[in-house]
């Protein structure tokens, strides 16, 4: 019997692919066990790919579940199962590292943080921006608290022409919402990370669902289906904290702008400030005058940076292993994950009643 940790894999698609078994596989203390997809042949060619021949496959996660040998599953479906999937990985006892979203509304991801408290076992969420370097550098600069209060930010993900074609993006049924969810969770999640503020007191949104309706339109993934566009295509939020500091956030996946970026904070604070725009800029004041700083980030320097490449979703892999390994807490907490889906929901809450929602 092997010491090693065993993962389980349910949701063989694109971000398992692209993510999650990757780098499972270049860490030396796992083992990738078992592979779930209800598309089979997806979740027998992950095994084939990354698993020992001895790997299992499974068209139920159910019947998955029941294996006591694993340890530890990554939920990487549509975000209509994320919570019905943790909550039963949980009680089964397996840590859980789910995609994100966290969960298409706030219920289901209240349900998810239960599941966790009440069985003893760790849930995070895929939230791989924040194991970005400048996303650990400027984490280190608000945490010794450089910028003093930060009480304005953006968070920014604005794609001009970006929709994602495939898969059920385009599907409100299954994801829950367009932009807004899918990379819109990414930027605000990392602006309350950076402010470390997850009390939101009042919000106020605004969808839109006008680029999506046309035909043959330029896209990064070729042009998508307008019959199939059930999701909103930008979304904007007003949100105010309990402590009176404003965030404004912006998403898109189709709009006429040049001004873009994705999965990035702007920080307004009463020492500093700072921003991703062009590379990381760290600005203020300094004996009477302005300065605005860039940070090179290169090897060294960084939380966690041990001068060899490893990209966000490998050090967030890691990351999340040793947690387990050493019983220490994971670098995303399920409770953070919860705010930022309150967040999201209160915004497209919002966009529909006209009014603002008060949480």
């Known amino acids: 019997m092997s010491n090693k940790v065993k993962v389980a894999i349910i949701g063989c698609g694109g971000i398992a692919n692209g993510k999650h078994m990757p780098s499972l596989r270049k860490l030396d203390q796992v083992e990738l066990v ?35 040998e694993i340890q530890v599953v990554h939920v990487c ?75 304005f930010a953006k968070a920014h993900a604005i794609r001009r022409r970006a929709v994602p074609t495939w898969g059920v993006f385009l599907d409100e049924e299954k994801q829950g919402g367009g932009p807004l969810i899918d990379i819109g969770t990414h930027a605000l999640d990392l602006t309350l990370w950076m402010m470390n503020n997850y009390k939101p007191k ?73 921003d991703m725009k062009e590379g990381l800029r760290i600005n203020g004041e300094n004996f009477g005058k302005l300065y605005e700083t860039n940070v090179e980030l290169g090897a060294g320097g960084v939380a966690f940076y041990d001068g060899k490449t490893e990209s966000d979703a490998d050090l967030e892999a890691r990351l999340w292993i040793q947690s387990i390994v050493n019983d220490t807490e994971p670098v995303v907490k399920p409770e953070e994950a919860f705010v930022v889906t309150q967040i999201l929901e209160a915004i497209y809450e919002s966009a529909k009643t006209g009014k603002a929602v008060y949480l």
């Not at 840590?95 to 408290?117: F, L």
């Not at 912006?250 to 400030?273: I, M, Q």
Request: with cysteine; charged share 30%.
């Open 34 to 68: 078992a592979f779930c997809d209800i598309e089979v042949h997806k979740a027998e060619k992950a095994a084939n790919d990354y698993g020992p021949q001895e790997a299992k496959v499974y068209e139920d996660y159910k019947s998955l579940l029941e294996d006591s």
């Open 77 to 151: 479906t549509p975000n209509h199962v994320h919570a019905d999937i943790t909550v039963a990985a949980l009680e089964a006892g397996k840590h859980v590292m789910c995609e994100k979203p966290m969960a298409k509304t706030s219920d289901e991801a209240r349900r998810m943080v239960d599941a966790a408290n009440r069985t003893g076992k760790k849930l995070t969420i895929g939230y791989n921006n924040r194991f970005r370097q400048d996303s650990q550098y400027l984490h280190q600069v608000c945490e010794r608290g450089d910028l003093g209060e930060v009480y």
């Open 202 to 274: 009042a919000v106020f949104g605004t969808t839109y669902h006008k680029l999506g309706k046309k035909k043959n339109a330029a896209n990064a993934w070729g042009s998508w289906d307008p019959e199939k566009f059930t999701v909103e295509d930008s979304a904007f939020g007003f949100i105010t904290m309990e402590n009176g500091a404003t965030i404004v956030l912006e998403s898109s996946w189709a709009l006429n702008t040049l001004d873009e970026d994705e999965a990035k904070c702007s920080l307004s604070g009463t020492e500093g400030g700072a």
